[in-house]
């Protein structure tokens, strides 16, 4: 079955470009087009969509608070969220992925990754460019804690190992780096992510990484 996708941006040029793209994919269906977070909550009742492709700066309804009502709590619909961001990064791109986003895209990414990303977030992953997630943490570290507060109970239910992976995965690295510094497998890399994931009641990377900073497990700027 294709992937049913949902195309969310103010500009119509945009979503043009965007639809060109992805319908020359067979495993690929565009279902609908919304100009705003309004249309794309009615669009997203109406039509299913596996993924929707949402920017954020749009009116009436952004898309932080349209992807939190698609991806909220009490939500059971099959929609995954992808965020587009401009080339410096909107500032609202770290309230996204805390809303419920499965990871963004910038807007003048080439084809070729519009349409992986697609992929990827249908399957379930997050979506996660570990070049961009360090900059784009670092860059709004100011909406984040000083890693001053006290650490969460949670995060105490985690092993030793664990919290090394959560430290590299919050710092934007991919299994495979995560697998050379540790000096392990990327097999037991994912099974580490997975443990993670599931001890903290996380869905995917992109709410580890900013569980990570929101902790202070992380801190803004630290290498």
């Known amino acids: 079955m294709a992937i049913r996708v949902l195309l969310v941006d103010d500009q119509p040029l945009l979503r043009t470009g965007f639809r060109m793209i992805l319908e020359a994919e067979q495993d690929i269906a565009v279902v609908g087009e919304a100009g705003d977070g309004l249309q794309a909550l009615d669009q997203v009742r109406a039509l299913q969509p596996d993924v929707v492709l949402m920017d954020i700066r749009m009116p009436r309804m952004d898309g932080v608070e349209a992807t939190r009502q698609i991806t909220g709590p009490g939500r059971d619909g099959p929609a995954k969220v992808l965020v587009l961001t401009t080339f410096d990064l909107d500032e609202y791109v770290v309230e996204a992925l805390r809303a419920g986003a499965s990871g963004f895209l910038l807007k003048d990414a080439p084809a070729d990754e519009l349409v992986q990303a697609i992929r990827v977030v249908a399957a379930g992953e997050a979506m996660l460019a570990p070049s961009i997630t360090r900059r784009l943490l670092d860059k709004y570290a100011t909406h ?80």
């Not at 890399?189 to 001890?199: D, I, R």
Request: no cysteine; hydrophobic share 40%.
């Open 144 to 223: 984040l804690p000083s890693g001053e507060e006290p650490v969460p109970d949670t995060l105490h239910t985690l092993t030793d190992r664990e919290v090394e992976v959560l430290k590299l995965v919050a710092r934007g690295l991919s299994n495979a780096e995560i697998a050379a510094d540790l000096f392990v497998s990327e097999t037991t890399v994912k099974t580490h992510v997975g443990h993670v994931l599931t001890k903290l009641g996380l869905r995917d990377r992109v709410q580890a990484a900013v569980y990570a900073y929101e902790s202070g497990l992380v801190r803004p700027g630290a290498q």
